[in-house]
C-alpha cells in the first residue's frame, strides 16, 4: 500500500526537523543529490533514506568524506562506522533499521480472556520479565504512553497464562509533535500468539486519535520485526543508520 503525498509530506517535514535541515529541503533539489546536515557538535551521525531522498548528518569532516560513497555503502552499519571511526576513533554503530510508516489502524480483534490495560505497574512488570536487550530495544522506558495486555482471567487452554499475567506492551514516543515512534514487547513465555500485534494494534489508534503518523523502525537483523510491521498495514518507506560518537 503506498502512502498518500499529505502523509509523506508530513513525515519529510519531521524528518527535516529532526536533521536541522529546512522544512523544505526534503521537497527541493534532484532526488539523485544527496542532502549533507552538517552539525559539527552532533553526538551521531546518521544517514538517512527517505522516500526518493537520502540524507547525512553529522561533523563536516564525516560529511565530506561520505561524498566518495554511494547510498547503498553508506546505508551499510559497517560501511558508516569505518567512515565515522577514521576521524572518532571510539564511535559505535547503533545499527541499521528500516522505516515504516502508515494511514489507518488494523482492523484486530483481541483474544478472549484479556484487557487493555494503561496501568504503569503492568509495564513495569512486563519490562521486569524480559531481557534487557529486548527492553531497550522496545523504548518503553522512555515511552511518554504506554498500555499492555493483560490477562483478565486464568485460560483454561494455557495453563502458564494467570488471571492479570501481563502478556505484552507498546508504547510511543513523540518526535517533533508529528510521529508516534512506536515499541512492542511481548512477554518472553507468551510469544508467538498475536499478543503483541494486537496491542501495536492499540497503539497504532490511539496514536491516530491524537494526530500522530505512527513509525515502525525494524532492526535489519530483526525480520520478524519487518513482517510484523507489513501485517500490521505498514508502508516501507526508507532506512536509518546510526553511529554514536565518543
Known amino acids: 500500500m503506498s502512502l498518500t503525498e499529505q502523509t509523506r509530506q508530513i513525515v519529510k517535514l519531521a524528518w527535516s526537523r529532526m536533521l536541522r535541515l529546512e522544512d523544505t529541503d526534503l521537497d527541493l533539489g534532484d532526488p539523485s543529490v544527496r542532502v549533507e546536515a552538517v552539525e559539527d557538535d552532533a553526538a551521531a551521525v546518521t544517514f538517512v ?3 526518493d531522498r537520502t540524507v547525512i548528518f553529522g561533523p563536516s569532516e564525516v560529511v565530506g568524506d561520505a561524498r566518495r560513497l554511494d547510498d547503498d555503502l553508506l546505508a551499510q552499519e559497517r ?3 569505518d567512515l565515522v571511526r577514521a576521524h572518532h576513533g571510539g564511535a559505535r554503530a547503533l545499527g541499521a533499521a528500516q522505516l515504516f ?3 489507518e489502524p488494523p482492523q484486530v480483534s483481541p483474544p478472549s480472556g484479556v484487557a487493555v490495560s494503561f496501568e504503569p505497574e503492568h509495564v513495569a512488570e512486563l519490562m521486569a520479565a524480559c531481557p534487557a536487550d529486548d527492553v531497550a ?7 511518554v504512553w504506554a498500555a499492555t495486555l493483560v490477562a483478565d482471567r486464568a485460560s483454561p487452554q494455557d495453563p502458564q497464562i494467570a488471571e492479570e499475567q501481563v502478556l505484552s506492551a507498546a508504547g510511543r514516543e513523540v518526535w517533533q509533535q508529528m510521529i508516534a515512534q512506536l515499541g512492542v514487547l511481548s512477554h518472553p513465555e507468551h510469544r508467538g500468539r498475536g499478543h503483541g500485534r494486537c496491542i501495536a494494534a492499540v497503539a497504532m489508534e490511539e496514536a491516530f486519535v491524537d494526530g500522530l503518523i505512527p513509525q515502525w523502525r525494524a532492526a535489519l537483523e530483526n525480520p520478524s520485526s519487518r513482517r510484523a510491521a507489513i501485517r ?3 508502508t516501507l518507506a526508507g532506512s536509518q543508520t546510526t553511529v554514536v560518537l565518543e
Open 49 to 51: 533514506r527517505l522516500f
Open 79 to 81: 560501511t558508516l562506522l
Open 101 to 103: 510508516y502508515c494511514e
Open 137 to 143: 530495544g522496545s523504548g518503553l522506558a522512555d515511552a
Open 232 to 234: 500490521l498495514g505498514f
